[in-house]
């Protein structure tokens, strides 16, 4: 499958569409009520998150194009920096400047709140999507992990 974007008539894009590689094909087309901030297809490609302007994170089935839930995020629209773990399970993202938000995608619940000092420049997410490193915007560093309750 691959996936092209629609814009309308205001230019922000709201469409997805998902075409067959071997046929050509057009399998399905996602219709969204806000623009589309990013796409994000998890390593064994049967599930797709897709962020929007409107606050909602939504995973749909890549396959078929129905979507398994949905959430409402707490960004803002001026903050579009969205961040997914390698292995599918949480969203990061910044909410109000200095609170990180960890969202545990499985449960369509926030997993976990860290608040800084001051308002955050950046975040990074280590390739095994273990530690999270955040960034302040006078240098000071933060070395979070994500730890699994057991």
């Known amino acids: 499958l691959i996936q092209t974007f629609e814009k309308n008539n ?19 087309k996602i219709n969204l009520t806000g623009a589309i901030l990013f796409v994000q297809i998890n390593t064994d490609n049967s ?9 909602y994170l939504r995973i749909f089935n890549l396959q078929t194009g129905h979507e398994i839930f949905k959430i409402k995020n707490q960004w803002s629209d001026a903050q579009k920096e969205v961040t997914i773990t390698p292995d599918f399970k949480e969203v990061i993202s910044i909410y109000k400047g200095n609170n990180l938000i960890v969202w545990d995608l499985e449960m369509g619940k926030v997993k976990a709140t860290f608040t800084t000092d001051n308002p955050l420049a950046c975040y990074t997410v280590s390739p095994d999507g273990k530690t999270i490193v955040a960034a302040e ?13 057991e």
């Open 47 to 55: 599930k797709m998150l897709v962020a929007t302007n409107d606050q």
């Open 10 to 28: 205001d230019a922000t894009i709201r469409n997805l569409e998902a075409w067959s590689l071997e046929t050509g094909q057009q399998v399905y």
């Open 137 to 149: 915007i006078f240098g000071k560093l933060h070395f979070l992990t994500l730890e699994d309750k």
